[in-house]
């Protein structure tokens, strides 16, 4: 049975990220402050660099880590350093995702800039996101949360694809 990485592998996985960003340090000559590492991650995706507006963290998936560690410390571990490289350095700027920036980085890294994680993952626990029933002149829709919590904050509109109708939210017995 599948299980999540426990203590020492975690603290493999933090070790590694510090290592990745003392690299990174040596490589550009300068420093770059600890960044926080968290095992909170869910779904399919094993790792993610995360902003929100002064913070920023490394999050990993301690499932897809359970499964798959030794690929995830080599590949998933240095893709998701040289994210928080590449925001440091070019802070004030807009850069790709998986730009020349970051494959700058990735290379430096001696890590492989075209990784992708595609393993078998159908045994790792995945999220469910609620959906939310909306109606149109036609039909009924069933919307994502995320969808659903941006027409709460007024920041999007949908529209159904056959009768053009703006979806309205059907209120629960409604």
């Given at each position: 049975?599948?299980?999540?990485?426990?203590?020492?592998?975690?603290?493999?996985?933090?070790?590694?990220?510090?290592?990745?960003?003392?690299?990174?340090?040596?490589?550009?000559?300068?420093?770059?402050?600890?960044?926080?590492?968290?095992?909170?991650?869910a779904?399919?995706?094993?790792?993610?660099?995360?902003?929100v507006?002064?913070?920023?963290c490394?999050?990993?998936?301690?499932?897809?880590?359970?499964?798959?560690f030794e690929?995830?410390?080599?590949?998933?571990?240095?893709?998701?350093?040289?994210h928080?490289?590449?925001?440091?350095?070019?802070?004030?700027?807009?850069?790709?995702?998986?730009g020349?920036?970051?494959?700058?980085?990735?290379?430096?890294?001696?890590?492989?800039?075209?990784?992708?994680?595609?393993?078998?993952?159908?045994d790792?626990p995945?999220?469910?996101?609620r959906?939310?029933?909306?109606?149109?002149?036609?039909?009924?829709?069933?919307?994502?949360?995320t969808?659903h919590?941006?027409?709460?904050?007024?920041?999007?509109?949908?529209?159904?694809?056959?009768c053009?109708?703006?979806?309205?939210?059907?209120h629960q017995?409604g």
């Amino acid at each position: 049975m599948l299980e999540p990485i426990g203590e020492l592998q975690r603290e493999q996985v933090r070790d590694a990220t510090e290592g990745y960003i003392a690299h990174a340090e040596s490589l550009f000559d300068r420093s770059f402050e600890p960044i926080p590492v968290l095992f909170d991650l869910a779904g399919s995706t094993a790792g993610m660099f995360k902003v929100v507006g002064r913070t920023h963290c490394i999050r990993y998936n301690p499932w897809i880590f359970g499964k798959y560690f030794e690929e995830n410390l080599r590949d998933t571990v240095p893709h998701e350093v040289a994210h928080y490289v590449v925001h440091q350095l070019y802070r004030r700027r807009r850069v790709r995702p998986h730009g020349p920036e970051w494959q700058a980085v990735m290379a430096g890294f001696g890590a492989d800039p075209a990784v992708t994680f595609d393993l078998d993952i159908s045994d790792v626990p995945q999220r469910r996101e609620r959906r939310h029933r909306y109606l149109c002149a036609c039909r009924e829709h069933q919307i994502s949360s995320t969808r659903h919590n941006r027409v709460l904050r007024k920041k999007a509109t949908y529209q159904c694809r056959r009768c053009q109708g703006d979806l309205v939210f059907a209120h629960q017995g409604g």
